[in-house]
């Protein structure tokens, strides 16, 4: 009798992590360290989640992690200089730049920049060193490492990432803005993790950048917390522009604590396969939160946004737009979860999901889930799945604005109903030139990098 | 300019117009008066190539060429201009993007390159004074949250800035209080010349007061029943529509 072997990836990383645990601890600071042996329980448990898990339903993962990945330990030595091989040209926007570089901080006059005002950028393993007491704090306090197996494993594997430090009541009007690049020579799983704390009353612009620059396979599995203090202010804008053969696995978590503002903007210009995770804890009275989100997918690209927006506290409100324009037989998916607890009222919370199909092929999932426990409350929650308007594109022609140049400005107002929820006008300007570009099929690369990525 | 000769459409298999003639020259305003539900509008629709009307029979003529050939965008080049009688709104995209588009197009098919940013920005502001419309306007998306007023005198902005030969007005006056009837009316009078033509859609003779027709023509049931001069709207405005429906003469 032969008896066949086959390995699931589950076990396959498992035994990565056994076997790598000393090169994977050696390295890294107790902080990060402390939570790997629970967390790979958790994984060994819980494994990869699968479309029978809600959460899930229309995103398949673990087929992502049947391909031969490398996964390095340690940063992999390459020379190059950031700015002949990456410069984000987006002008009169002058920023506090960190780079990842698969998955590691790329040193920039070292692994920890802190500013006049006291605000630190750094990697996140050397903030563990030398800041204990408020990476301690924060780190690994919302992640959900019990029922995602995803983020479970993030935890286990993590060595690296960013992490940002507003120190109480200081206000940048400079973005900082973190870039994470893939490049290298061979297939790469990467899993790094980023930490950002803002302190009561402090004010930031956090602007996140995910580019791939060699025409490798990629999957990142990253996990972002956010801790954003009272009567403090946040805006983030992630910009997802990465090749056809890379995944992005995205777990973004952020809570709120009283009176604090919370903008978030996830665009997804390009990617193969690309999955957002958002959980928004409101969790001290008068906070508000607004997500938003636009998603781009053509050919087999797959996009899918899960936001899970929790009210556990009265007087908060909450806003949620996502926007997708789905080209050829490119998938989507919205899950917008939203639940009220029992104790919070006078919530109000809204969501409101936008899809245009331009084919009959591409298809797109949207499901709102109002969970509401208390009795005084304003929420409500729109989906709509439709084609270019007709009628507009009709009166567009009547102006003497050809069918094609029509239908691209109709998408092009549909996109900026999202985009022009980013503060900054440059960046603005500048990501509704990407959006342009990517609509009229342009967009090889989101800025005049010289390699070709897309 | 205009010639129409035995024009019958149909909407989804049901016959709308039952045989239109009508010849619109240069320097001519008419009007096109009758009940609702007559086909004024499904006339419109005929003439600017809106999908959903089918031309079963007849031909229209604008300046020598085959009219119905052509798409709705080369029509617009070509100088016929719809105010619709219920504009779109179309959100996100800013009114000077869409004039911006609107006017390059029409330039292109001219030969002539686009317009300079700062050219452009001048020939809005002339054309908005022309038409006295509120600054902001422009800066918004197209008839987003505009009021029935500020749609119709948007329409009529639209026209200053692409100056067509001939401009069909669909009830540019319906919903619009008297100061916003009289502005509306002052625009197109300050756009007429020698070398275009207005065809004026409305119900009633208010619009008439201002701007003038040559001839009025009485739309019913897919026809034109009559055509005479401007008197005959004030005619109407005083027997109303009821003798038609009847199939009495004047
Ligand atoms: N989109 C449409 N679908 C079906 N029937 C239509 C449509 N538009 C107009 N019609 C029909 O065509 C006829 C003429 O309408 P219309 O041209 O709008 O009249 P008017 O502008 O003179 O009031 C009416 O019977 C109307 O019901
Ligand atoms: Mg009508």
Not at chain 1, 144 to 153: C, I, K, P, S
């Amino acid at each position: 009798m032969t008896q066949k072997t086959t390995i699931s990836p589950r076990e396959e990383l498992v035994s990565l992590y056994l076997e790598n645990l000393d090169m994977i601890t050696e390295g890294s600071p107790d902080i990060l360290n402390r939570f790997r042996e629970e967390a790979i329980q958790h994984f060994k448990l819980l494994g990869f989640p699968s479309v029978k898990n809600e959460k899930y339903k229309y995103s398949k993962i673990e087929s992502l992690f049947t391909k031969d990945y490398e996964k390095y330990f340690a940063p992999k030595k390459i020379s190059f200089r950031i700015e002949d091989i990456f410069r984000c040209d987006i002008p009169e926007l002058d920023t506090h730049l960190a780079v990842v570089l698969n998955g590691f901080y790329f040193p920039n006059n070292g692994l920890t920049t802190k500013l006049p005002n006291g605000i630190i950028i750094s990697s996140l393993a050397e903030a563990a060193r030398n800041y204990p007491d408020i990476v301690g704090k924060y780190y690994n306090a919302q992640a959900e490492n019990d029922t995602d197996g995803l983020v479970a494993l993030n935890t286990a594997f993590v060595q690296d990432g960013v992490f940002i430090y507003v120190p109480k009541g200081v206000v940048e009007e400079k973005p900082i803005q973190l870039i994470n690049l893939l490049l290298s020579t061979e297939n790469q799983l990467v899993q790094y993790r980023n930490l950002i704390v803002v302190e009561e009353s402090a004010q930031a612009n956090v602007l996140i950048c995910d580019h791939s620059l060699s025409p490798m396979q990629y999957l990142s599995n990253v996990v972002t917390e956010v801790h954003v203090g009272a009567n403090a202010s946040l805006e983030m804008v992630k910009m997802q522009n990465e090749h056809n053969d890379s995944a992005q696995l995205n777990h973004s978590y952020i809570v709120q604590e009283r009176d604090s503002h919370v903008k978030t903007n996830v665009l997804s210009l390009h990617g193969g396969f690309i999955r957002n995770n958002l959980k928004m804890l409101l969790n001290g009275e008068g906070a508000d939160a607004h997500a938003y989100g636009l998603y781009l997918a053509d050919r087999s690209q797959h996009t899918d946004n899960y936001t899970y927006i929790d009210h556990a506290v009265p007087n908060c409100s909450s806003n949620e737009l996502y926007k997708g324009i789905l080209d050829d037989q490119a998938t989507g998916a919205f899950f917008g979860k939203i639940l009220v607890r029992q104790d919070a009222q006078k919530t109000q919370a809204y969501q409101a999901n936008n899809n245009l199909l331009l084919t009959a092929d591409a298809k797109v999932s949207t499901k709102p889930q109002l969970e509401i426990y208390a009795d005084d409350v304003k929420c409500s929650h729109g989906a709509t799945v439709g084609q270019i308007d007709r009628e507009a594109l009709f009166y567009m022609q009547s102006r003497g604005i050809g069918e094609h140049e029509a239908t691209l400005l109709l998408m092009f107002g549909f996109a900026h109903e999202v985009v022009k929820q980013v503060s900054i006008e440059s960046l603005r300007d500048r990501l509704d030139d990407l959006v342009e570009k990517r609509l009229r099929g342009e967009l090889s690369r989101c800025n005049n990098c010289p390699m070709n990525c897309c | 300019m205009l010639v129409i000769k035995d024009l019958h459409a149909k909407i989804n298999d049901k016959e709308i117009l039952k045989g239109i003639n009508l010849e619109v020259k240069a320097g001519e305003v008419h009007a096109i008066m009758g009940p609702n539900g007559s086909g004024k509008s499904t006339l419109a629709s005929v003439l600017t190539g809106r999908e959903l009307v089918e031309v079963t029979h007849g031909q229209v003529e604008f300046n020598g060429k085959n009219l119905l050939e052509m798409s709705p965008e080369i029509r617009s080049r070509e100088g016929i201009f719809l105010s619709f009688q219920y504009p779109v709104e179309i959100p996100g995209v800013s009114m000077v993007n869409f004039m911006k588009a609107a006017v390059n197009e029409h330039r292109k098919y001219k030969g002539l390159g686009p317009l300079s940013a700062s050219d452009f920005l001048k020939l809005l502001r002339e054309r908005k004074e022309l038409v006295e419309i509120d600054s902001a306007l422009t800066n918004r998306s197209v008839n987003e949250g505009f009021s029935g007023g500020e749609k119709k005198k948007n329409e009529i902005f639209q026209m200053a800035m692409l100056e067509p030969k001939l401009a069909i007005l669909d009830e540019t006056d319906s919903g619009l209080d008297i100061d916003a009837l009289r502005i509306v009316a002052n625009g197109v009078n300050k756009l007429k010349r020698p070398d275009n033509a207005v065809v004026v859609i409305t119900h009633y003779q208010r619009l008439l007061d201002y701007i003038v027709p040559d001839f009025v023509h009485i739309l019913y049931n897919g026809r034109i029943v009559k055509s005479a001069g401007k008197e005959l709207a004030l005619e109407l405005e005083k027997k109303g529509y009821d003798w038609i429906k009847n199939g009495e003469d004047l």
